[in-house]
């Protein structure tokens, strides 16, 4: 178990048996790790606004103000990295730190399976710079999200539509306009397609092929780092 999932069960633990505490160690040996490195996992939390107190005494221990916390929320993998990145974009601001607590609250208070799928769904969002003001592409997120071959019709620059089938690989945000990376079986080539020339787009049943993102075959003059769910909030230079 890595840390960030470590830091999801220790709240949901000490959810569960709330008002009642759980000690370092009962939490250390239901972890499997040191006693240590609970207390470094419970400060993480306290740090990040997570509202765990200690209550010392025999039958003392570390215990949740269940008051102070969410209930599981049904945030959608695409609703979760949207939000993250709408946060990202305060990176600039007095609110970076607010943001960055209010990140791992987020997180914190979805199902696991969802966490993980919205992860999986961040790794595939690349930028150039800070996110466009603009959403991410309900039409092409969920396409990506979903790892399914797009059967799409795709109009060029003179109104031309096409009709092709990709395979969502991921978005690029550039600019004030995000983009749809995918491997175009009609070019036999990772393509970049604008989301507003997308006219329609239809899931097939046919499963996305693991391919590697190279910077290098999307002929776009700029930098892009992948973005991370819960990751540093601070802008990048392009």
Known sequence: ?????????????LRAVAPRPRSARWLAERFEVSVRTVERDISALQQSGTPVYAETGRTGGYCLDRSHTLPPVNLTPEEAVAMALALRSMGGTPF???????????????????????RALAERIHLAGDPPPTPVPRLAGRAVGVD????????????????????????????????????????????????????????????????????TGLDIPHHLSPFSLTGDLSPRAG
């Open 148 to 215: 399914r071959v797009l059967r799409i019709g795709y109009s060029d620059r003179h109104g031309a539509v096409t009709e092709r089938e990709v395979e969502p690989l991921g978005y690029a945000g550039i600019g004030d306009r995000w983009y749809l990376i995918a491997w175009c079986r009609l070019r036999d080539a990772v393509r970049v397609f604008r989301p507003d020339r997308i006219t329609t787009a239809t899931p097939t049943r046919e499963a996305v092929r693991h391919r590697p993102l190279s910077e």
């Open 96 to 118: 970076r730190q607010p943001a960055v607590t209010a990140l791992h609250k987020l997180v914190a208070a979805m199902r696991p399976e969802d966490v993980a799928a919205a």
């Open 1 to 13: 178990m890595n840390r960030t999932d470590r830091l999801y069960a220790l709240v949901e633990e």
